[in-house]
């Protein structure tokens, strides 16, 4: 890399006067159940004590069972890390890919850009593409869009790439994308700093205040 085209991207790294930190809205923590909540599920079921269960078998088929229930009852009550398969249109189940092709998302996705101001919250450049922290059906449905962060081709390749390279976990994406959005926040923040101390020097100079921290998006 030259010097020229070094001082460019480093530029192009700089956020502009309105750009906006970005939230990441909490996650719900999923529900526990309760000692009784698991007898119960292992009456329904036919699930019998054991004497020694060194591996915890019996209570991870309860706790599985007992998930099972309660998501069938309540399908939006649990945090979802990914999806293959989608079932939220009367049509029936349909696959991520065609989800991704439907008109539902095009306003969904439309929506979060237009919000965000078409700015990648990892990096500032220009977003194309929305990343979901949650697959339950709420979030597919277009009624809590808290949990879709808008981000650049770029910014959302290094958030999966995690992903596909070393292990598998929702954890890693999580823990990349907060690392890249701190940053960007950080950023930001010390480009606003830097730019109300000029304008304390020179007040003549002064132009509008940055306004209150944002978040990407809102639950509808
Ligand atoms: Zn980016
Ligand atoms: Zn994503």
Redesign the pocket.
């Given at each position: 890399m030259n010097n020229d085209v070094a001082k460019k991207s480093r530029k192009s790294r700089r956020p502009s006067i309105d750009a906006r930190p970005t939230v990441l809205a909490d996650i719900p923590a999923d529900p526990e159940p309760t000692d009784e909540d698991l007898e119960r599920i292992s009456v329904k079921m036919g699930i019998k004590k054991v004497d020694t269960d060194p591996l915890n078998t019996r209570r991870n088929t309860l706790l599985y069972f007992w998930k099972d229930d309660l998501q069938k009852k309540l399908p939006d009550l649990f945090h979802v890390e990914f999806v293959d398969f989608i079932d939220i249109f009367p049509e029936g189940i349909i696959n991520y890919q065609h989800y991704l092709d439907s008109n539902l998302w095009a306003e969904i996705w439309n929506d979060c850009l237009t919000r965000a101001n078409h700015r990648c919250a990892g990096c500032g450049r220009k977003a194309t593409q929305v990343?979901?922290r949650d697959y339950r059906p709420r979030v597919l449905r277009g009624e809590d869009r808290s949990p879709l962060v808008v981000l650049c081709r770029s910014c959302?390749s290094k958030?999966?790439a995690v992903r596909t390279k070393d292990s598998k976990s929702w954890e890693d994406c999580e823990r990349e994308l907060a690392r890249m959005v701190n940053e960007y926040n950080a950023a930001i923040i010390a480009s606003q700093l830097a730019k109300d101390n000029e304008d304390k020097k020179r007040p003549w100079r002064r132009t509008r205040a940055p306004g209150p921290v944002m978040s990407v998006t809102d639950k509808v």
């Amino acid at each position: 890399m030259n010097n020229d085209v070094a001082k460019k991207s480093r530029k192009s790294r700089r956020p502009s006067i309105d750009a906006r930190p970005t939230v990441l809205a909490d996650i719900p923590a999923d529900p526990e159940p309760t000692d009784e909540d698991l007898e119960r599920i292992s009456v329904k079921m036919g699930i019998k004590k054991v004497d020694t269960d060194p591996l915890n078998t019996r209570r991870n088929t309860l706790l599985y069972f007992w998930k099972d229930d309660l998501q069938k009852k309540l399908p939006d009550l649990f945090h979802v890390e990914f999806v293959d398969f989608i079932d939220i249109f009367p049509e029936g189940i349909i696959n991520y890919q065609h989800y991704l092709d439907s008109n539902l998302w095009a306003e969904i996705w439309n929506d979060c850009l237009t919000r965000a101001n078409h700015r990648c919250a990892g990096c500032g450049r220009k977003a194309t593409q929305v990343h979901h922290r949650d697959y339950r059906p709420r979030v597919l449905r277009g009624e809590d869009r808290s949990p879709l962060v808008v981000l650049c081709r770029s910014c959302h390749s290094k958030v999966h790439a995690v992903r596909t390279k070393d292990s598998k976990s929702w954890e890693d994406c999580e823990r990349e994308l907060a690392r890249m959005v701190n940053e960007y926040n950080a950023a930001i923040i010390a480009s606003q700093l830097a730019k109300d101390n000029e304008d304390k020097k020179r007040p003549w100079r002064r132009t509008r205040a940055p306004g209150p921290v944002m978040s990407v998006t809102d639950k509808v």
